[in-house]
Structures are given as C-alpha cells and as structure tokens.
C-alpha cells in the first residue's frame, strides 16, 4: 500500500538555526498537510497546500514558517529560525482529493519527524 | 475550540472484550474521522463519518454520530493486542474563514493479554 514517507525520523538542531523537514507524498495524492504534535500534546493543524500554493493555515505557521513543493515528489516545512517551542513531532499528510471542507477526505499521515531543538 | 474533545483519557480491557471511547465538540462540522496511533507512528485513518450519517461500520470498528448532541462513538469489537494504542477524533468544520482538521487529545487503549 502506498505509504508518505518523512525524513529524518530525528532531527537535532540548535536554537536560531533554520531546518527543513521532508516529506514524500503518495504519488497522485493532490493535498498536502503539515500537523505537529507537542509531547503528550494535541496534533495540532499547521497548512495545507494545493495546486503549488497554501490553501489554509493555522495562526501557528507564522512567518518562521514556510512550506515548498520544489520537484513532483518532494513536500517540504522549512522553520526559518528555530525556537526551543519548535520541538515536536511534525507530520506531513496527503489527500486525494481534498481532505478538508464539505467532501473531506481521508487524510494519509507519515510517520513524523521528531524535532528536537537545543 | 472547535476540537473534539475523547473519553476516556484511557481505557484498559482484556482481549476479547470490546472497547468504546467517546468524542464530543463544539460548533457544526462537515464530518468527523477517527485516527489511531501506534507509539513512535503516523496517525492511521480509521473511519470517516460525514455529517448526514449516524453510523459506520469497518470490519470491527462501529462509529456513531449524534449531531443534536455533538458526540461521536467508536466501538472496537472483540479486541486485540494489536489494538493497542491512542485513538484520536478528528472534526472537520468550517472555523475562522478555514476548514481545518482538529484534533482531540485521544483516548490511550491498552489490552492485555
């Protein structure tokens, strides 16, 4: 079965430092999703992103944040400069179709990256 | 907030019993989805439930949805080992000009042997 593969599984970095995290999407999914989970915390929304542009994101993806699907394979989360509240697991998603909205689908998730910021 | 809130927070069972874990939320969704997750794993999609349905089966897994009260249900049936992990309800709702999908903080099954 199709999978979204994340790398790194584990990323340490040092405060102020800029990280960018990688996902693989299934390979005719069109939607793309970042969420992150804060230790023993909610999955939280972070963006959504459709057709080479952001469709929605949360008040948590500020300007530190941006999003890039640079080739046909590849989804990225740059955080420009890392803060100690960036450590959390982040996971990308991708949809069929939309996975938001009226006709919401499945969302399929990744195993996550683990941040980890000193 | 929008997001759902799961009861119970954890639940414990022996195998073969059935398990049932609740979700309740605010404001009016599109659809409500359960996750689970398996420590150190991605969220697995479970079911979805769209707004105009009361109940969903797969396989063992029985949701229900009640709109009037803003509560949804998964029943695990006949339970495994192999359940064992964080169930997650999932809102879809239109909330501040977005959709987006919240999630609650999950109920932590465990089913001993």
């Known amino acids: 079965e199709p999978e979204v593969t994340q790398t790194p599984s584990h990323q340490v970095t040092q405060m102020g430092q800029e990280v960018i995290l990688r996902c693989v999407p299934i390979s005719n999914h069109l939607y793309f999703y970042w969420y992150r989970q804060i230790l023993g915390q909610k999955v939280e929304f972070l963006v959504s992103?459709?057709?080479?542009?952001?469709?929605?994101k949360s008040e948590i993806f500020d300007d530190q944040f941006s999003v890039e699907r640079p080739d046909g394979s590849n989804f990225t989360l740059k955080i420009r400069s890392t803060k100690l509240e960036d450590s959390a697991m982040y996971f990308c998603?991708?949809?069929?179709?939309?996975?938001?909205?009226?006709?919401?689908?499945?969302?399929?998730f990744g195993d996550g990256t683990r941040l980890s910021i000193l | 907030s929008q997001q759902g809130e799961e009861d119970p927070q954890a639940l414990s069972i022996q195998e073969g019993e059935n398990a049932t874990m609740n979700c309740s939320y605010k404001?009016?969704?599109?659809?409500l989805q359960w996750y689970r997750q398996n420590s150190g794993r991605g969220l697995v999609h479970l079911i979805l439930?769209?707004?105009?349905?009361r109940e969903k089966h797969s396989g063992r897994l029985r949701v229900t949805l009640d709109t009037s009260k803003k509560s949804s249900s998964l029943l695990i049936t006949a339970s495994r080992a192999a359940d064992t992990a964080s169930y997650f309800c999932?809102?879809?709702?239109?909330?501040?000009?977005?959709?987006?999908?919240?999630f609650g903080a999950g109920t932590t099954v465990t089913v001993r042997a």
């Open positions: 999932a809102t879809d709702a239109y909330v501040s000009n977005d959709y987006k999908l919240s």
């Open positions: 992103f459709y057709n080479n542009e952001i469709s929605e």
């Open positions: 998603a991708s949809s069929e179709n939309e996975g938001q909205g009226l006709f919401g689908q499945p969302q399929h």
């Open positions: 439930i769209r707004s105009n349905e």
């Open positions: 404001t009016s969704i599109n659809n």
